[in-house]
Nanobody, 122 residues
Framework: VQLQASGGGLVQAGDSLRLSCAAS????????IGWFRQAPGKEREFVAV????????QYLDAVKGRFTISRDNAKSAVYLRMNSLKPEDTAVYYC????????????????WGQGTQVTVSS
């Protein structure tokens, strides 16, 4: 599967953004999809993950209550709605595909999109 993330931008603290992850291939629903982010000088960190049909979701504690992950298998897409953005959310955001749910380490994901920049000014 090939993934492409989009929707990033420059916003102010408190604003919202919706990231999209578009996938190619006819087996999209067979993949667990996660979002990760990487801030300058830091390691890539897990943000959220959604199971194949959206029944199970997991979030990084720092984004719980502010971010919402969802998917539309008919459109081969996963979304990350980000509300109440904070400067510390500034990072390049990546979507990734895995075969097993529950993995929060980058090594658990086999396919990666190219990333989209999110910058939150204070």
């Amino acid at each position: 599967v090939q993934l492409q993330a989009s929707g990033g931008g420059l916003v102010q603290a408190g604003d919202s953004l919706r990231l999209s992850c578009a996938a190619s291939g006819r087996t999209f629903s067979s993949y667990v999809i996660g979002w990760f982010r990487q801030a300058p000088g830091k390691e890539r960190e897990f943000v959220a993950v959604i199971s194949r049909y959206g029944g199970t979701i997991q979030y990084l504690d720092a984004v719980k209550g502010r971010f919402t992950i969802s998917r539309d298998n008919a459109k081969s897409a996963v979304y990350l709605r980000m509300n109440s953005l904070k400067p510390e959310d500034t990072a390049v955001y990546y979507c990734a595909a895995a075969n097993v749910f529950g993995r929060t380490q980058t090594e658990g994901y086999d396919y990666w999109g190219q990333g989209t920049q999110v910058t939150v000014s204070s």
